[in-house]
């Protein structure tokens, strides 16, 4: 087994090299163009989030998916991933991140607009879809949704559980000396707690949770900024500048600067926002709503307030600190960069880490147990729970550097069917979006709209 961990590693890197990363990034540019650029309608959006479509089927309200997505989303790669990527990609890395979540939010649109329009209602009456029901409605494929079903369940265990309490664990250790093992039983009562209520219950957590802490941690950002507001206009200064330089800010060859922002800003605000993944997707089919597009339009908020406004202000916070440049990387530059501003830079680390890593971890819950009921139906579900809850406490105390990894390999190999359906399914996607109201002129015409026809509806 020892050169087994070596070989993961270096799949890994291959699956998220940069053949990915410009799969992704053509990916949201495809969509922007083909889809008139939906981030226009950023604010329609939000509004629409708040609103509730009475009477309409689905298992929570349009706000309650939103909240779900952003539960999964928003976690270790707003903070630890944001430093990271500014430490070894320098102050560029953020616009490109940033860049990654413009872009993303036209992807997470189309993913979640055709989850929407593709969900199936279960004999119980609950409504279920996502990229596994794309692929076996819109596809006609049952085995490729067999397979996004399946990575989903492993990436749950990893992505979704392990590798965030993992993080929760270290910081708490490092910071205020609790024992991992503590840290784990915690984590896993409260898991176990949400889980055991079934989806009204990790909506209802997620709905009150990451508004909350969301704005906690805007706010905080906002107060370190602010306190730091002499260095400010020369760090943003920094990061236009960095974005495009051909040299790294700490010197080196001449074209690795602008080559390491790339790679490392589009990467992590990739990892974060998760678009291009097709999660976001499952908890759109379970809104209440009776227009896909709507539906699309509100979920793609999430990532405009996960990359875009949360990424982007982590990485002001990181390159305004000066931090960046001590050779710290991790969850060791995070404690230094929040530091800096006593008492309070600690306090906003450290709640809003612990609070995001806990939301991510009921969000991918939701996220894998739609995938294991995809897969063997309700009579799995509560011992994948229980699986789940071990997960959490094995994570809290375990080192996982092998785990990140399969875990990051089981995201890659999801993205590639989820995008398998997007491209393919495209015109679906421009023809719902022209018969919304309002946008009726604002989605590019097709001319092959006899095949958008034959797949309304999922038929």
Not at 180 to 190: D, K
Not at 316 to 328: A, D, F, I, M, R
């Amino acid at each position: 087994m020892s050169g087994f961990p070596a070989f993961v590693d270096r799949l890994c890197t291959f699956l998220w090299g940069y053949p990915m990363l410009a799969l992704l990034f053509c990916a949201g540019v495809f969509f922007t163009v083909r889809l008139s650029f939906p981030q226009r309608h950023t604010l329609k959006g939000i509004r629409l989030s708040f609103k509730k479509e009475p009477g309409q089927a689905g298992d929570m309200t349009p706000f309650s998916a939103l909240s779900t997505t952003l539960a999964a989303t928003v976690g270790t790669g707003n903070i630890v991933g944001v430093t990271t990527a500014v430490s070894l990609g320098g102050p560029g890395a953020v616009l490109w991140m940033w860049l990654a979540g413009v872009l993303g939010m036209a992807v997470t649109y189309a993913e979640c607009a055709l989850s929407v329009h593709y969900r199936v209602r279960l004999p119980g009456g609950r409504m279920a879809g996502g990229p596994m029901y794309v692929l076996e409605r819109g596809l006609k494929s049952r085995g490729l949704g067999t397979m996004y079903a399946l990575l989903t369940a492993v990436a749950g265990l990893g992505t979704g559980c392990m590798v965030q309490a993992n993080s929760a664990s270290s910081l708490l250790s490092h910071k205020l000396s609790v024992p991992p093992h503590i840290t784990g039983l915690v984590l896993t009562a409260l898991t176990a707690a949400v889980l055991l209520g079934g989806v009204k219950s990790i909506a209802g957590v997620c709905g009150v949770l990451m508004p909350f802490m969301a704005v906690f941690y805007l706010l905080g950002c906002l107060i370190l900024l602010f306190a730091g507001r002499k260095t400010l206009p020369a760090s943003i200064w920094l990061i236009l500048r960095s974005a495009f330089s051909p040299r790294p800010a700490a010197g080196g060859a001449a074209g690795a600067g602008i080559v390491l922002a790339i790679r490392f800003g589009l990467s992590r605000g990739l990892f974060s926002n998760e678009a291009g993944m097709g999660s976001a997707g499952i908890a759109a089919a379970a809104a209440q709503t009776a227009s896909s597009v709507r539906q699309g339009l509100v979920s793609a908020t999430a990532t405009f307030w996960d990359t875009v406004v949360l990424c982007a202000l982590t990485g002001l916070v990181v390159v305004n600190s000066g931090q960046w440049q001590t050779g710290l990387a991790g969850a060791e530059l995070c404690d230094a960069v929040f530091s800096s501003v006593p008492v309070l830079g600690s306090l906003v680390l450290t709640a809003g880490l612990c609070v995001f890593v806990f939301a991510a971890i009921i969000g991918w819950a939701y996220y894998a147990e739609r995938a294991v009921e995809y897969l063997a139906g309700q009579r799995l579900v509560r011992a994948y729970r229980l699986l789940y809850s071990a997960a959490v406490y094995a994570g809290s105390v375990l080192s996982l550097s092998l785990v990140w990894n399969l875990a990051d390999i089981a995201n890659a190999l999801m993205t590639l069917p989820n995008l398998l359906a997007l491209f393919a399914l495209s015109p679906v996607a421009v023809s719902l979006t022209r018969r919304y109201p309002g946008l009726e002129k604002k989605a590019a015409r097709l001319p092959n709209a006899g095949f958008a026809a034959r797949h309304r509806r999922g038929k």
